[in-house]
């Protein structure tokens, strides 16, 4: 079975301070992607990979980066942490090929809360 | 630009009844729609998609989907519910890059 595991399942930290979001599958996909979730919003993609160093925005990418320097690792980086960017951050990655038929296998979550 | 809506923010049904959970999109040429599901406390799980041939599409879990091109609908149903089946339903649609457009989620509460 794929397997997405993110580094905190629970994360709590302070406005302006820089956050990192770890991300790990072990399944040799090519695309990965961060999501954050709202209620009442669903998922939004705040930016995706479909290579090492590769990235590119998704819809919400304001007050983010990313960095993927291996294949299997994604990392999701606040550089100024601030209260509206409090919410769920979901990880999930997809087969080679990078065919947008291929469903998406997602981490079990970081619930992050900026005070 | 593609979207997704999910029009019912929760469905309550009894168990043993039917669940039909409503989906309907708008995207440029050939749509790829997907169902996931998420448990309380846990990622989200893949359900079922659509890419081409056969309208009802079978998924994991009992759960199946019925592709309406002329309605432009992907409707998730089940026809007898159960308990264990109560979570957060998500509807997705992906044009033609890797790219998932998610709806904003159903809850399901099936009583027992």
């Known amino acids: 079975d794929v397997k997405v595991t993110q580094s905190s399942r629970y994360l709590v930290k302070r406005t302006g301070e820089k956050v990192f979001l770890e991300c790990v599958q072990d399944m040799d996909h090519e695309n990965m992607f961060w999501y954050r979730q709202d209620p009442g919003l669903g998922l939004r993609l705040i930016y995706f990979s479909y290579d090492v160093k590769m990235k590119e925005k998704g819809d919400i990418p304001e007050g983010y980066s990313v960095s993927r320097e291996k294949k299997e690792r994604f990392s999701l980086i606040l550089e100024s942490a601030s209260t509206n960017q409090t919410s769920m951050y979901l990880c999930a990655s997809s087969s080679p090929g990078g065919r947008s038929h291929d469903e998406q296998f997602f981490g079990p979550g970081t619930r992050l809360t900026v005070l | 630009a593609q979207s997704v809506a999910q029009p019912e923010d929760q469905v309550n049904v009894a168990e043993g009844n039917p669940l039909t959970v409503k989906c309907t999109y708008s995207?440029?040429?050939?749509?790829?729609l997907f169902w996931y599901v998420q448990y309380p406390n846990r990622g989200l799980q893949f359900l079922l998609k659509y890419i081409t041939g056969d309208n009802l599409v079978k998924g994991s879990y009992g759960f199946e989907a019925e592709f309406n091109k002329s309605q432009t609908s992907f409707h998730l149903k089940k026809p007898s519910a159960l308990v264990s089946d109560s979570a957060l339903y998500f509807c997705a649609v992906a044009p033609n890059d890797y790219k998932l457009s998610f709806g904003a989620g159903t809850t399901v509460t099936v009583r027992a």
């Open positions: 995207v440029s040429g050939n749509p790829y």
